[in-house]
Every structure is written in structure tokens, then in C-alpha cells.
């Protein structure tokens, strides 16, 4: 934590982010993409931090590291619409930690503090973890 307060003020490029497009909140015919579900957490912020939470999700072996392959496909689309400041790609291993960590937390909360009477599925806070140890 204490390394990301020291990212925390940077001037990044904002806009209205899902904050948390997992591939649970994706919705598909086939191959299609036909929806986006769950945009309880959306708000203006980083837009870089909703790619970090992406590939954090979509990318992510068995042992946390990235597939490559699917990061470069994400971005490839991605770059179709917008490509990243020099500040952007600098920062983007700062944000895939801050993105690892944000659901680590969340899922050590969950899996400690469950909610009484919440219809939540409570996921395993280790496989974030795992990440989390792979990008520092």
C-alpha cells in the first residue's frame, strides 16, 4: 500500500470507467459480444485502471502471471479507439499492482466479513493474491 501512495496524484487520462468488467460481467452469443453487466462500481476515474482490472481478469494463468497473448489482443482493440501517453504505459505496471490489490482486499473483506442475507458468490481472495506477488 504504501508503494502505490506513491502513485496516487499522478495525471493520467480520465473518463467513466466499469471498474470492474470481469469476464463474469461479459455477456456473449457464441464469440460475440453482445453485453456488459454489474456497473455497481462505475465512475469517472483512470482509465488506465479499468484496463489494469481487465487484463487482471482476462489475462491471468493459473499461476498469476499474464498470457501475453491476450494482453496484446486487449490492447490491439483497445489502440483501435485510443493509444496510451508516454505517462500511461510508463505507470501501467504501478496500475496492474493498484488493480490486483484493490481485489485482493476486496476479497479478503468478503471472505472474513461475510454479509448476512447478500446474495454474493464469496471468491477465493488467494487468486489475487497470487497476481498481486507476480506483478511486484
Same mark, same amino acid.
Given at each position: #500500500?504504501? %508503494? =502505490? ?8 487520462? &480520465?473518463?467513466?470507467? +466499469? $471498474? *470492474? ?18 456497473? @455497481? @462500481? $462505475?465512475?469517472? *476515474?483512470?482509465?488506465? @485502471? ?7 481478469? /482476462? ?15 486487449? %490492447?490491439?482493440? @483497445?489502440?483501435?479507439? &485510443? ?8 505507470? /501501467?505496471?504501478? #496500475? ?6 484493490? %481485489? /485482493?482486499?476486496? &476479497?479478503? =473483506?468478503?471472505? +472474513? %466479513? ?6 454474493? +458468490?464469496?471468491?477465493?481472495? *488467494?487468486?489475487? &493474491?497470487?497476481?498481486? =506477488?507476480? +506483478?511486484?
Amino acid at each position: #500500500m504504501r %508503494f =502505490q501512495a506513491n502513485y496516487e496524484n499522478l495525471d493520467l487520462p &480520465r473518463g467513466v470507467i +466499469h $471498474a *470492474d468488467l470481469f469476464r463474469d460481467n461479459a455477456l456473449f452469443n457464441g464469440d460475440k459480444l453482445c453485453g456488459i453487466i454489474d456497473f @455497481y @462500481y $462505475a465512475c469517472n *476515474d483512470v482509465l488506465l @485502471y479499468d484496463i489494469a482490472v481487465t487484463i487482471n481478469d /482476462w489475462c491471468s494463468l493459473p499461476n498469476g502471471h499474464l498470457d501475453d497473448k491476450r494482453v496484446d489482443a486487449i %490492447f490491439e482493440g @483497445y489502440y483501435e479507439n &485510443r493509444t496510451l501517453t508516454s505517462l500511461e504505459n510508463e505507470t /501501467w505496471p504501478v #496500475m496492474l499492482r493498484a488493480a490486483a490489490l484493490r %481485489f /485482493w482486499l476486496s &476479497r479478503l =473483506q468478503d471472505f +472474513h %466479513f461475510p454479509r448476512p442475507g447478500e446474495i454474493t +458468490h464469496i471468491k477465493n481472495p *488467494d487468486v489475487f &493474491r497470487n497476481i498481486l =506477488q507476480k +506483478h511486484i
